[in-house]
C-alpha cells in the first residue's frame, strides 16, 4: 500500500502561482512513477502531468505545458507540481496518483493508489 497525502491548495488570482506537495508513505516512493490529474465540478478527471520514478522523464497535458512542472524529491518522498500563470480554467481538485510503470500515465485507471485531492480556485 502506498498512502498519498495532497497539501498547497488554495484561493489564488489569475496569474498567480501554487506549489502543489503530495506526500507518500508506505511503500518505498522510488520504486513509482507519479501523476498529477484533476477534476473540475461537472466534469471528467483529466491528466496533468506525470514523472517517472527516477524523475528524469515527465509529461504533461497541452493544456498546462510552459505554465505547470512537477519534480520529486525521492529522499523525501514527496512530489510537487508548481503551478505557475493561473487561470480561472485551472480551478479544480487536483489529485496526485501512483503507479508501478511509466506506461499510460495519462490514463487515470492505471494508477493504484490515489490521494484524497486538494482543492485549486483561480479567480478572475
Known amino acids: 500500500q502506498v498512502q498519498l497525502v495532497e497539501s498547497g491548495g488554495g484561493l489564488v488570482q489569475a496569474g498567480g502561482s501554487l506549489r502543489l506537495s503530495c506526500a507518500a508513505s508506505?511503500?518505498?516512493?522510488?520504486?513509482?512513477?507519479m501523476g498529477w490529474f484533476r477534476q473540475a465540478p461537472g466534469k471528467e478527471r483529466e491528466f496533468v502531468a506525470a514523472?517517472?520514478?527516477?524523475?528524469?522523464?515527465?509529461n504533461y497535458a497541452d493544456s498546462v505545458k510552459g505554465r505547470f512542472a512537477i519534480s520529486r524529491d525521492n529522499a523525501k518522498n514527496t512530489v510537487y507540481l508548481q503551478l505557475n500563470s493561473l487561470k480561472p480554467e485551472d480551478t479544480a481538485v487536483y489529485y496526485c496518483?501512483?503507479?508501478?510503470?511509466?506506461?499510460?500515465?495519462?490514463?487515470?485507471?492505471?494508477?493504484?493508489?490515489w490521494g484524497q485531492g486538494t482543492q485549486v480556485t483561480v479567480s478572475s
Open positions: 496518483a501512483a503507479q508501478r510503470d511509466y506506461y499510460g500515465i495519462a490514463v487515470a485507471t492505471g494508477y493504484n493508489y
Open positions: 514523472i517517472s520514478w527516477s524523475g528524469g522523464d515527465t
Open positions: 508506505g511503500r518505498t516512493f522510488s520504486n513509482y512513477a
